[in-house]
């Protein structure tokens, strides 16, 4: 995955809360088809937007705590963090061009 990291509940914080950037947190799994599908949608977007947001992936299955956190009940679910707190939530695969736009939204 070329623009976008892999963030865990070590480096939530870090990678997500302190941010000064909006940031995009991809709740997915391995096993879930869905996810493999929006997976090449936000690498493109990560590298289209550049320097303008952070995008991460959280794997469910690792970080089971993050998911109850953040009431993650079906996957993937994007959820849009501004300034360390949620701002918007998607579930579900969304076209490109509906990310970028709840993105732009938040810069």
């Known amino acids: ?17 302190k941010s000064a950037k909006p940031v995009v947190v991809d709740f997915w799994a391995e096993w879930c088809g869905p996810c493999r599908i929006l ?7 990560a590298g289209e937007m550049g320097d303008k947001a952070v995008f991460t992936k959280v794997n469910v299955d690792e970080n089971g705590e ?8 079906g996957i993937p679910t994007m959820i849009f963090f501004k ?7 998607l579930v579900g695969v969304q076209p490109k061009e509906e990310i970028k736009r709840t993105l732009e939204e938040l810069s």
């Open 66 to 73: 993050l998911a109850q956190q953040y009431g993650i009940r």
């Open 83 to 89: 300034d360390g707190h949620v701002a918007k939530t």
């Open 39 to 45: 997976g090449p949608i936000l690498d493109e977007l």
């Open 1 to 17: 995955m070329g623009n976008v990291q892999n963030t865990s509940s070590a480096t939530f914080a870090n990678d997500v809360i």
